[in-house]
């Protein structure tokens, strides 16, 4: 039995060995920390019966003054091999994307995905609802093209809306599943590896 929970800094140390173990961007206990401590809501795992971290997904809230939107982006997720074909990428995402628009008040989340990771692309487009909006040449660190994918929620800041949010999110808890492939890090720019994102 698998559930979703809101991540701690405690689980920092399991969330970056699943990353380590699945992307091949990886980031250090820093960057997890920076996350956790910034936008403590926005980060959740998936816990086996044995406490384990199996799946993670850590997102934050784009600040810049130049956002013209208040918006969330999903900086990583990832499902150990173990784990997946359970729609647990699905659920993260899932409560990620509900505490962005829930309490931020963002209207809409983005990411980024290799173009050659077919599975990933699949779940952001097929299953959640993803478009794509641009192809960024040479994003990641070895020079390949990123597809910059953005979903927009129904009306955010609306009280009904935000109820039926809060049901879907109560399902999923409950175990309502969807399939779901291998996922991608957003990873890191070729360009200010060092920034941070």
Same mark, same amino acid.
């Given at each position: 039995m698998v559930s979703i929970r809101q991540a701690t800094t405690k689980d920092m140390f399991q969330m970056q060995?699943?990353?380590?173990?699945?992307?091949?961007?990886n980031y250090n206990m820093k960057y997890y920390l920076y996350h956790a401590l910034s936008w403590p809501q926005l980060l959740y795992v998936a816990e086996d019966e044995n406490k384990k971290v199996v799946g993670y997904v850590m997102a934050k809230m784009e600040d810049e003054k130049e956002v013209e939107k208040s918006h969330g982006h999903i900086t990583s997720i990832s499902v150990k091999g173990s784990h997946r074909k359970l729609g647990l990428a699905t659920k993260l995402m899932r409560a990620?994307?509900?505490?962005?628009?829930?309490?931020?008040?963002?209207?809409?989340?983005s990411l980024h995905v290799r173009v050659s990771n077919i599975a990933a692309v699949g779940l952001y487009n097929g299953v959640l609802g993803y478009e794509i909006i641009k192809t960024e040449v040479g994003y990641y660190a070895d020079g390949e093209d990123a597809y910059d994918m953005r979903l927009y929620f129904t009306n955010p800041t609306d009280p009904a809306a935000s109820s039926e949010e809060v049901k879907k999110e109560q =399902?999923?808890?409950?175990?309502?599943? !969807? %399939? =779901?492939?291998?996922?991608?890090?957003? !990873? %890191?720019?070729?360009?200010?590896?060092k920034k941070m994102m």
């Amino acid at each position: 039995m698998v559930s979703i929970r809101q991540a701690t800094t405690k689980d920092m140390f399991q969330m970056q060995n699943c990353n380590l173990n699945n992307l091949p961007e990886n980031y250090n206990m820093k960057y997890y920390l920076y996350h956790a401590l910034s936008w403590p809501q926005l980060l959740y795992v998936a816990e086996d019966e044995n406490k384990k971290v199996v799946g993670y997904v850590m997102a934050k809230m784009e600040d810049e003054k130049e956002v013209e939107k208040s918006h969330g982006h999903i900086t990583s997720i990832s499902v150990k091999g173990s784990h997946r074909k359970l729609g647990l990428a699905t659920k993260l995402m899932r409560a990620s994307h509900h505490q962005m628009s829930f309490l931020y008040g963002a209207e809409y989340c983005s990411l980024h995905v290799r173009v050659s990771n077919i599975a990933a692309v699949g779940l952001y487009n097929g299953v959640l609802g993803y478009e794509i909006i641009k192809t960024e040449v040479g994003y990641y660190a070895d020079g390949e093209d990123a597809y910059d994918m953005r979903l927009y929620f129904t009306n955010p800041t609306d009280p009904a809306a935000s109820s039926e949010e809060v049901k879907k999110e109560q =399902d999923l808890m409950k175990g309502d599943t !969807g %399939k =779901d492939g291998e996922m991608a890090g957003e !990873g %890191k720019k070729k360009r200010n590896k060092k920034k941070m994102m």
